[in-house]
């Protein structure tokens, strides 16, 4: 059964930096892609960086040059890095990961950034 568990959430102030965990109860190469989306209040889930099998990232650009994602195989994590926190980055965050046309989700870590 594939399971992923976020975790790493928490409160920030504008300009700080949180570290995202994404640990995956399978060999992370198994999945085409790994993606994190996040979910603000009142608002859409909407996509924020993914990474696929062979590395290649694909960024968001309200992320852009902000947020890095990157992964340890031996871990099967994936990890968001999020620099420069804004307030319009308050969500719960999700990672996601597809198998051609099969998603699993997570259930989410909570990030708050204050003003």
């Known amino acids: 059964q594939v399971q992923l568990v976020e975790s790493g959430g928490g409160l920030v102030q504008t300009g700080g930096s949180l570290t995202l965990s994404c640990a995956v109860s399978?060999?992370?190469?198994?999945?085409?892609?790994i993606n994190w989306f996040r979910q603000a209040p009142g608002k859409e889930r909407e996509f924020v960086v993914s990474?696929?099998?062979?590395?290649?990232?694909n960024y968001a650009d309200s992320v852009k040059d902000r947020f890095t994602i990157y992964r340890d195989g031996s871990k099967n994590t994936v990890y968001l890095r999020m620099n420069s926190l804004k307030p319009e980055d308050t969500a719960v965050y999700y990672c996601?990961?597809?198998?051609?046309?099969?998603?699993?989700w997570g259930q989410g870590t909570q990030v708050t950034v204050s003003s």
């Open positions: 996601r990961a597809d198998i051609l046309s099969r998603y699993y």
């Open positions: 399978i060999n992370i190469f198994e999945f085409n892609v």
């Open positions: 990474i696929n099998v062979g590395g290649r990232t």
